[in-house]
C-alpha cells in the first residue's frame, strides 16, 4: 500500500491531524468532569456531536459528491483549527465553562459531519481497486496509532500541564492535513460531479435501503456503539473505580486501539477474508463480551485488557463491513453512501456517550457498561438470523452495482 505516494501523503496528514483530535477528546472529557463531577455531563459532550452530525451527514455527502473534494476538506481544517484555538485561548484566560464546551462539541460536529464522508470517498480513488481492502485496514490503522498515541500523550499532558497543552496540539495538528491535501496530485473525485438538489440528497439514502447487506451492516455498528460505547464513562472509571487519574485516563481511551491496531495490521497484509458477514458478526458479538468484563473489572491492567479486546473485535467488524460498503457502491454515490453510513457510525458512538453517562447517572457506572456490552452482543445474534447477513462473501461481490 506504500507505494502509493499519494496514499501515503493523505494517511500521513490523516494520522497527525487525528492525533491532534485525541488530544482534545480526552481534554474535553477530563476538563468537563473536573468542572462537574456529573458522568451525565461528560455524556451531554457526546449528544452535543451526534445531533449535528446524525442531522447533517446526508448534506455533507452530497457536498462530498458536488463539490471539490480537495478544497471541501481544506475549509474543513481550517474551520475545525478555529474551534481548538478556541477552547486554547478560553483555557489559558480560566473562562473555560462547561456551556463553552458543549458549543465547542457542535463545532467540531459540524466539521464532522463534512469530513467524514468526504475523507472516507478520497480512499478508493487512490488506490487501484484490488488494494482497496488492503487501504481500508491501513487507514483503520493509521487511525487506531493516533488514538494510542493521542490519549497516553493527553494523559501526561494533563497530568504534568494542563488541557490548554491538549488544545494548542489539536490546533498545530489541523496543519498537517492541510499541506498534505496541498501535495497530493492525484484527483480526488473520478466521476463528474453530482448537482446539488433534493434528488441527489436522497439518492444515497435509496440506494442503502436496497441494500440489506450495507443496511443491516450499518444498523449493527449503529446498535453496538450506542449500547456498548464507554467513553463517557472513563472518566468516572480512571477517577473514581480505579483510582489512575488523568494518566490512567489516557491509558484508557488508548487500550481499544491497542487491540485494533494488530487486527488491522493482519487484515492489511496477507491474512485473507471472505466470509465477511460472519466475521463482522464476530468481531461484534467479541466487543460487547469485552465490554461486560470491562464493566466488572476494579483492576488496571484487566480494565486495558478488556478494552483491547473491544478495540480487536471493533477492527474486524469496521474494517469489513468499510471493505463491503465501498466494493458494492458506484464511485458517483459514494459520497452520499458514506455520509448514510457515518449517521450510523458517528452517530451511534456520540448518542451511546450520552445514553452510558445517563444510564451511569442512574443506575451506576459499572452496570451502565455491562448493560451495553450485553446489548450489543444480542444484536449481533439477531442480525445473525438474516441468512443473506450471515452469509455474505466479498468475493461474490466484487463490482458495484449501479443505482436503480
Not at 497530493?184 to 446539488?196: A, C, E
Amino acid at each position: 500500500m506504500l507505494r502509493y505516494r499519494d496514499l501515503r501523503l493523505f494517511l500521513g496528514g490523516a494520522i497527525v491531524s487525528q492525533l491532534g483530535t485525541q488530544f482534545t477528546t480526552v481534554a474535553m472529557a477530563w476538563q468537563m468532569y473536573e468542572l462537574t463531577s456529573s458522568a451525565l455531563q461528560v455524556g451531554l459532550l457526546g449528544l452535543c456531536r451526534a445531533i449535528p452530525q446524525i442531522a447533517l451527514a446526508l448534506f455533507g455527502g452530497m457536498l462530498a459528491d458536488a463539490l471539490d473534494r480537495r478544497r471541501l476538506l481544506m475549509a474543513v481544517q481550517l474551520g475545525t483549527c478555529i474551534v481548538s484555538l478556541g477552547l486554547t485561548l478560553l483555557t489559558l484566560m480560566q473562562l473555560i465553562a462547561p456551556e463553552a464546551l458543549l458549543a465547542a462539541s457542535v463545532l467540531f460536529a459540524l466539521g464532522t459531519a463534512v469530513e467524514t464522508p468526504t475523507r472516507q470517498a478520497v480512499v478508493p480513488n487512490l488506490v487501484a481497486g484490488q488494494d482497496l481492502r488492503p487501504a481500508i485496514a491501513l487507514s483503520n490503522t493509521q487511525r487506531n496509532v493516533a488514538m494510542i498515541a493521542g490519549p497516553s500523550l493527553a494523559g501526561v499532558a494533563l497530568a504534568f500541564g494542563s488541557p490548554a497543552v491538549c488544545y494548542g496540539v489539536d490546533t498545530a495538528s489541523w496543519l498537517a492535513m492541510l499541506l498534505a491535501l496541498l501535495l497530493i496530485r492525484t484527483p480526488l473525485q473520478k466521476s463528474s460531479r453530482t448537482k446539488m438538489s433534493f434528488e441527489a440528497l436522497a439518492g444515497g439514502a435509496r440506494f442503502v435501503r436496497k441494500q440489506q447487506v450495507i443496511l443491516s451492516f450499518m444498523v449493527l455498528d449503529f446498535g453496538a456503539t450506542l449500547f456498548g460505547t464507554s467513553n463517557s464513562l472513563l472518566p468516572v472509571y480512571a477517577r473514581d473505580i480505579l483510582g489512575a487519574g488523568p494518566t490512567g485516563l489516557g491509558l484508557l481511551y488508548a487500550a481499544p486501539s491497542v487491540g485494533a491496531i494488530g487486527t488491522a495490521f493482519a487484515l492489511s497484509g496477507r491474512v485473507h477474508i471472505d466470509r465477511a458477514g460472519r466475521w463482522v458478526l464476530i468481531g461484534v458479538a467479541f466487543y460487547g463480551a469485552c465490554m461486560m468484563g470491562f464493566a466488572v473489572s476494579h483492576v488496571l491492567w484487566l480494565s486495558l485488557l478488556m478494552l483491547a479486546g473491544t478495540g480487536a473485535g471493533n477492527a474486524v467488524s469496521a474494517i469489513l463491513r468499510g471493505t463491503s460498503n465501498q466494493l458494492l457502491t458506484p464511485d458517483h454515490l459514494r459520497g452520499r453512501v458514506t455520509a448514510v453510513n457515518s449517521v450510523f457510525t458517528n452517530g451511534g458512538p456520540q448518542l451511546g456517550q450520552f445514553e452510558s453517562g445517563l444510564v451511569a447517572s442512574a443506575l451506576g457506572a459499572e452496570l451502565s457498561a455491562f448493560t451495553g456490552g450485553l446489548g450489543a452482543c444480542a444484536l449481533a445474534g439477531a442480525l445473525a438470523l438474516l441468512p443473506r447477513v450471515r452469509g455474505f462473501r466479498l468475493s461474490v461481490h466484487t463490482a458495484a452495482p449501479a443505482l436503480a
